[in-house]
C-alpha cells in the first residue's frame, strides 16, 4: 500500500496492492471518500500531491505516470477522461 498526505493536511491518498491497485482520496477530518478509482492494472510504487496546485496528485509505477484532478473529480489518461463517485 502507498499512502500520502496533500500538503494542506485535508486529504489523503492511498493505493491499495495487487491485484487491484484502486487509489482512494480521502477527506479524512470529514471521514469521507472523495475519489474512488482504478490507479492502474500494474505495479503503483507513488502517489503524491502537487505542492503548488491543490487537489492534483500523481500516481507513478510500472510503465505509467497519471495525473488526478480530485476536486474535478476527474481522471486524466491520454484522451480518456474517467473516474466515479464513491
Not at 22 to 45: G, H, P, Y
Request: charged content about 20%; hydrophobic content about 35%.
Amino acid at each position: 500500500m502507498v499512502e500520502r498526505c496533500s500538503p494542506d493536511g485535508r486529504m489523503l491518498a492511498s493505493i491499495s496492492g495487487n491485484p487491484d491497485y484502486m487509489l482512494t482520496v480521502w477527506n479524512w477530518r470529514q471521514e469521507l471518500i472523495m475519489l474512488r478509482c482504478k490507479a492502474f492494472s500494474q505495479d503503483v510504487t507513488r502517489v503524491s500531491f502537487s505542492q503548488d496546485m491543490p487537489g492534483i496528485l500523481t500516481t507513478a509505477g510500472t510503465g505509467h505516470i497519471r495525473y488526478v484532478h480530485v476536486r474535478l473529480l476527474v481522471y486524466v489518461h491520454g484522451d480518456k477522461q474517467t473516474c466515479r463517485k464513491p
